[in-house]
């Protein structure tokens, strides 16, 4: 299965600067298609990207997916008080779908 | 607007069973692929086991293939996952997602809210 390494673990960021996130696949994900999703605390994943760079119907256009090789980025231009949650990656380009670690956005 | 909310959830001993629903609404739900995904505080999110949106096709992650069974009643508009021979690691908050086409399985593109399945003596 491919496995997916999310880094960092955690970002301490200030509202109003710019969070990158990685997401590095074990082996090449077929499609690129990798979607990322926004968790806060006590709530269910929401999506944000899928197909690598696709942004989910209204999402703002402040959160970007970019990929090179099996390393998937995504990027949150200028942190809103509401961007601070868990971030994970997800590909689905082979069985069984895989989820990545996580990474967590603070308020720094 | 897409709903969908899962129950079922409940403290169960190892090595039985339960049965988790879904109802779902807002949406064509024979027209989408539907699955379950788990949470844990120490393993995440995990793909649990997802259905076609006809129902003729299922698929299971190797943690649960033989004692996991997914269907769906289209005329319902409901998911179900049974869950047998129950383990310890099986505990977790469970969703329902909804992916964004009837064949496959993919991203998903809408969760509820989720319901806990203890596994505990």
């Known amino acids: 299965e491919i496995v997916l390494t999310q880094s960092p673990g955690t970002l301490s960021l200030s509202p109003g600067e710019g969070a990158t996130l990685f997401c590095r696949a074990s082996?090449?994900?077929?499609?690129?298609?990798l979607a990322w999703y926004q968790q806060k605390t006590g709530q269910a994943p929401t999506l944000l990207i899928h197909?690598?760079?696709t942004r989910a119907t209204g999402i703002p256009d402040r959160f970007r997916g970019s990929v090179s090789g099996t390393d998937f980025i995504l990027t949150i231009s200028r942190l809103e008080p509401e961007d601070f949650a868990v971030y994970y990656c997800q590909q689905y380009g082979s069985s069984p779908w895989t989820f990545g670690q996580g990474t967590k956005v603070e308020i720094k | 607007e897409v709903h969908v909310l899962e129950s079922g959830g409940d403290l169960v001993q190892p090595g039985g069973s339960l049965r988790l629903s879904c109802a779902a609404s807002g949406f064509t739900f024979s027209s989408y692929a539907m699955s379950w995904v788990r949470q844990t505080p120490g393993k995440g999110l995990e793909w649990v086991s997802g259905v076609s949106g006809s129902g003729s096709d299922s698929f299971f992650a190797d943690s649960v293939r033989g004692r996991f069974i997914i269907s769906r009643d289209n005329s319902k508009n409901t998911l179900y996952l049974q869950m047998n021979s129950l383990r310890d690691e099986d505990t977790a908050v469970y969703y329902c997602?909804?992916?964004?086409?009837?064949?496959?399985?993919?991203?998903?593109?809408?969760w509820g809210q989720g319901t806990l399945v203890t596994v505990s003596s």
């Open positions: 197909s690598a760079s």
């Open positions: 997602a909804k992916g964004p086409r009837g064949t496959a399985v993919n991203y998903f593109d809408s």
């Open positions: 082996q090449s994900v077929g499609g690129n298609y």
